[in-house]
Each structure stands twice: as C-alpha cells, then as structure tokens.
C-alpha cells in the first residue's frame, strides 16, 4: 500500500512542495508513496510548480484505511475529517506540536526551523539521496515563501544553509529575485472575493476550548488592501458567525515594511487587547516587526484564553 504524504488544510507552498518532496524520498528508500493535497492550489503555489515543471498533487480529501505521512502540521483542526480511520505512519513539521496522536509507533521529524522543507532535506541527507534539480527547485521556494525571503523571525541558519545548497542544485543564480517574484505573484489580490482573501492562508485552532480562526495575507505593499479593508472586516465578522468561532483574525503583512495590521472579530475583543498589550482602532491594530503567525501571535494568543 502507498503511503500518501499530505499537509494542511487551505494548503500553503510548504504543504504542497514538502507533500512533493518527501514522496520522491519515500518512493527512493523503497516505500511507494504519492503526494496528495487537501485543498486548492494558491497563486503562490501555482507560480512554483509551473517554474520548476510539476502538476499539483492529487486533491484528497478522505483518507480512511490509507496510510499517512503528514507534513507541515500536527493539529487536529488541519488534518482530514476522518484522520481517526486513516494510520498516521511519519510526521514532518516546523510548528508547534497540535493535538494528533496515533495507535501505532510513528516516524516525527519535528523541528523548531523556518520550513517543513528544511527538515525534509534534512531526511534526504540522512538518506543519502540526492536531490534532482526540479525538486530542489521547489523546496528552495517553499523555504523562500516560509520564511519570507528569511525576514521572518521563524527563519534559522539551518533554513539559510538549506536555500544555498538547493540554489546550487536547481541552478537558481538569484535566489533573492526569485523569491521577490514569488512574493508578486502573491501581492496580486485584485478582483478576489474577500473571503477567498480570508481563506488564502487560514488556519483554525482549538485555543483552551474556544475555536478560533486566523488568516494571514502576505504582500509587498499593503496599500493594496486600502479599497477592500472595510469589506474584509465585515466578512471576518460574517466568518466568525457561521463557523462559530469566539476570535477570528486576518493578519495584513506588509513583508517590506516588516509588521502587520491585524483585523480582529471577536466575542471578547479584550482578549486580543490583553494578548498583544493593545487597544484596538475599528477592530485593526498594526503590530510593528509582526511576520510570524506561528512565533508572534499564537504563541502569546493561545495562553491569553486560559
Ligand atoms: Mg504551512
Ligand atoms: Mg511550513
Ligand atoms: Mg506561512
């Protein structure tokens, strides 16, 4: 039986590129294994594959009585509705440890670095298997993408060392350049419906029994979202209705800039004030140096709903 490797839902360019990457891995060591994806390919994502010569993984949704190797998460909340029925063979991440646990002993390739696709070419050094160059390719633009051209707090000298050895692989001459093109690509928000905007990069989680929902939108220059904030903010009110949630979030990061500006629908807004020791103006505030979801909100979101 092949071993699917899949990432998160509303899959970003690690989910994708690491499901990629570690199937090659796997089929290389002797155990059979196809990528899988659990949503929509991002613009992102889309400009990757396309520059270095792949189709997206096949959409799966279900995956009861499969075997699973999960990627670039271990929360519950992104992983498929019947994970209980499916066997969770080997986890590879870079966040911080969710809530899945298994009935039998598992693989964990769990690291506190910048990108999924660092720890996977880690597994390929272990290995001893050489990286082809299209792979490489995209495992340089995942680790880009993550660590935001490495400005990101979440980015380590692990990841920096991964880029320049895959850039030498791939032949990519300018790794910088290309990690600006991509970051275009994903500035382009013009014409998208607002909750496809909020959905882009989202994220649920489970913070000490309340569900709460945060989106993360990154883009050369925010003035972009000047003409549509209002519609944004009225649609993560909408969101947080319909899905019940007690906070939902929409990080605007201006990746130039280095900060965010955080549209927050909450029951208790006083919980995000509390957090991140601010007052909101119109449900926003900017967060000055804020890249990083998973190193500068959730980890001080979180313990603010204990
Ligand atoms: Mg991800
Ligand atoms: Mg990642
Ligand atoms: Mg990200």
Redesign the pocket.
């Known amino acids: 039986m092949a071993i699917y490797t899949c990432?998160?839902t509303t899959p970003?360019s690690?989910?994708i590129c690491s499901a990629l990457s570690l199937a090659y891995l796997l089929n290389k060591i002797g155990k059979p294994a196809i990528p899988a994806r659990q949503g929509p390919v991002s613009p992102e994502t889309q400009f990757i594959l396309d520059r270095f010569g792949f189709d997206a993984p096949e959409l799966k949704t279900e995956f009861a009585g499969c075997e699973l190797f999960i990627t670039?998460y271990s929360d519950r909340g992104q992983a498929p509705a019947d994970l209980d029925k499916a066997t969770v063979v080997g986890i590879v991440d870079h966040h911080k440890l969710g809530d899945i646990t298994t009935s039998t002993p598992l693989e964990c390739w769990i690291r506190p670095v910048g990108c999924t696709n660092t720890i996977v070419k880690e597994m390929y050094d272990f290995h001893g298997v050489e990286i082809p160059k299209n792979i490489a390719g995209i495992m340089l633009c995942a680790i880009l993408s993550d660590t935001v051209i490495f400005k990101s707090p979440t980015c380590t000298e692990t990841d920096i060392k991964a880029v320049k050895e895959l850039a030498k692989i791939a032949e990519v001459e300018d790794f910088g350049a290309l990690g600006m093109e991509m970051f275009k690509v994903k500035s382009a928000v013009e014409g998208v419906p607002v909750r496809d905007l909020i959905l882009r990069d989202y994220k649920p989680f489970d913070m000490h029994g309340k569900k709460v929902g945060i989106g993360q939108l990154e883009v050369i220059d925010l003035a972009i979202f000047d003409s549509v904030k209002d519609e944004l903010q009225a649609d993560l009110d909408k969101l947080r209705t319909e899905e019940g949630l007690h906070t939902a979030c929409l990080l605007l990061t201006d990746i130039m800039k280095e900060g965010s500006e955080v549209l927050v629908s909450s029951e208790d807004a006083s919980i995000f004030e509390k957090a991140f020791d601010v007052k909101l103006e119109n449900s926003k505030v900017w967060l000055y140096g804020c890249l990083s979801r998973k190193k500068q909100i959730i980890p001080f979101l979180e313990p603010a709903f204990a």
């Open positions: 990432g998160h970003d690690d989910s670039d």
